[in-house]
């Protein structure tokens, strides 16, 4: 979905002249991908309306972009598309929040559990997990492995059948020790599609949760819209967590989930592991999924991680479009530190390279070390760009580092590589970028 609505966008770029029919081609190609996503045709018309209307009101003024204006107004309405009138169900700290989640099997709800729980377990709160799903075999096995993980107390039995029984005994367990959060994770599956929404109904009857988290595999496609609606149908699911979004610019699903289920999205998941789960902003999302990158987060990303009084620099630095070697190392630092590195990688426009691809994060850490371990040869005026690499010093630098030639090389073309990259976010967080093709 995301490329065919950057696509129709980027056509844009190509028209020489912006007219009534061009804008109406481009929205049709929008509204007929939204539509084929299973996105619901009120909203679908509800955006085009709105495109519509800014454009006209808008591009009267003098001097307008008229491409961008429809490219800002398209990113906008997906944005507010995004954004449910409904607020997500607010955690009270010092009081006992239950939480239940339900999905279809495979959807990555216990993964899902073991990530929220995480999230709350990092915050300082006493956090439990209930495993109530009966029906998968091994689903407890499953559960606890990731609740010793996260070292989480967690509660399950191997032989009780009714998981209505053994949700109600887990939250009454965890109650009477006055646990801050309670996570109840469910089935997924039944020998009946029926039988699993009322086995549902039940458990949410039985343990009367605060909250009903929708866990939805972004990678589903075409059935997201169906499968959302009929959760919604039986339980009352207040909010949704859209799993599997590695990296690439899938998504299209979240979209339906939140027109299907009228519920906010809360969190994204983003891997396998438990640090892998974001918290869901609309518009960083928006423009991931158009593959625009996401400046304003990756901002926010380096202003946690950076030290406060080297921020101006850096920032002062990336506007203005340097990037020396020196700077290359304190990032390598920095992420380093943060740990996710693919997260942070997505973050960046453009940013696909081998060095930081998602499943070989292992090998990646070990080759950002080595760079590093060839940059702690160099000489203050080599890491500062004030004189440059010449072969002669490639060899000595491989020597001193105890790397070899090639590799130095490699991370000089590396360090070319993010220096570009820099300049290009240095004429975007400028405002100078005209265009999408820019970005
Ligand atoms: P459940 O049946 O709904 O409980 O789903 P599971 O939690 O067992 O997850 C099913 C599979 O999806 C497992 O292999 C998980 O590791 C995987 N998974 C869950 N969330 C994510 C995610 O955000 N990204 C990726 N790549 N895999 C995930
Ligand atoms: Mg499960």
Redesign the pocket.
């Known amino acids: 979905l995301g490329t065919r609505i950057s696509n129709a966008l980027r056509k844009l770029q190509n028209a020489t002249i912006i007219d009534e029919e061009v804008l109406k081609e481009c929205l049709g190609e929008v509204t007929k991908a939204l539509l084929q996503s299973d996105v619901n045709v009120n909203y679908v018309k509800r955006l085009r309306d709105q495109v519509l209307l800014q454009v006209n009101v808008e591009s009267d003024a003098a001097g307008t972009n008229k491409r961008k204006l429809i490219q800002r107004a398209v990113v906008g309405e997906l944005q507010s598309m995004l954004e449910s009138e409904k607020k997500p169900y607010q955690m009270k700290k010092g009081k006992i929040n239950v939480v239940m989640f339900v999905?279809?099997?495979?959807?990555?709800?216990?993964?899902?559990?073991a990530k929220y729980a995480y999230n709350y377990l990092r915050k300082g709160w006493r956090v439990g997990l209930v495993c109530a799903?009966t029906f998968?075999a091994g689903?407890f096995d499953?559960l606890k492995q990731n609740a010793t993980r996260i070292k989480v107390p967690f509660y399950g039995s191997y032989t009780e059948t009714d998981p209505v029984k053994i949700a109600q005994e887990g939250v009454e367990y965890f109650r009477s020790q006055n646990y801050d959060l309670i996570i109840v994770?469910t089935s997924?599956r039944h020998r009946q599609e029926a039988a699993l929404f009322e086995e549902m109904e039940q458990v949410e009857a039985a343990i009367n949760p605060d909250e009903v988290i929708f866990?939805m595999?972004s990678s589903i496609g075409q059935s997201c819209y169906d499968q959302a609606l009929a959760f919604k149908k039986s339980v009352k699911v207040g909010s949704v967590i859209v799993?599997?979004?590695?990296g690439h610019a899938k998504g299209g699903g979240a979209l339906s989930a939140v027109a299907a289920t009228e519920s906010p999205i809360i969190f994204?998941?983003?891997?396998?592991q438990f640090d892998?789960f974001e918290q869901f902003e609309a518009k960083s999302f928006i423009r991931r999924l158009l593959g625009l990158g996401d400046i304003d987060r990756l901002f926010s990303v380096v202003q946690e991680a950076i030290p406060k009084e080297k921020q101006p620099e850096l920032m002062n630095k990336i506007s203005q479009g340097k990037f020396s070697l020196r700077d290359m190392y304190e990032q390598f630092q920095t992420v380093l530190k943060m740990g996710s590195i693919s997260q942070l990688m997505s973050m960046i426009p453009g940013m696909n390279s081998g060095l930081l691809e998602k499943g070989n994060e292992k090998e990646g850490i070990a080759r950002i070390k080595r760079f590093m371990c060839m940059m702690d040869s160099m000489t203050d005026d080599e890491l500062d760009g004030k004189s440059s690499m010449v072969p002669s010093r490639i060899t000595r630098v491989a020597r001193g580092s105890g790397t070899s030639v090639r590799e130095v090389t490699l991370l000089l073309e590396e360090h070319k590589r993010f220096a570009k990259m820099v300049g290009k976010m240095g004429k975007m967080s400028l405002g100078k970028a005209n265009d999408m093709q820019n970005f």
């Open positions: 999905g279809l099997q495979g959807s990555g709800k216990t993964t899902t559990c799903d998968r689903a499953q994770d997924g866990v595999d799993t599997k979004l590695d994204i998941g983003t891997g396998e892998d």
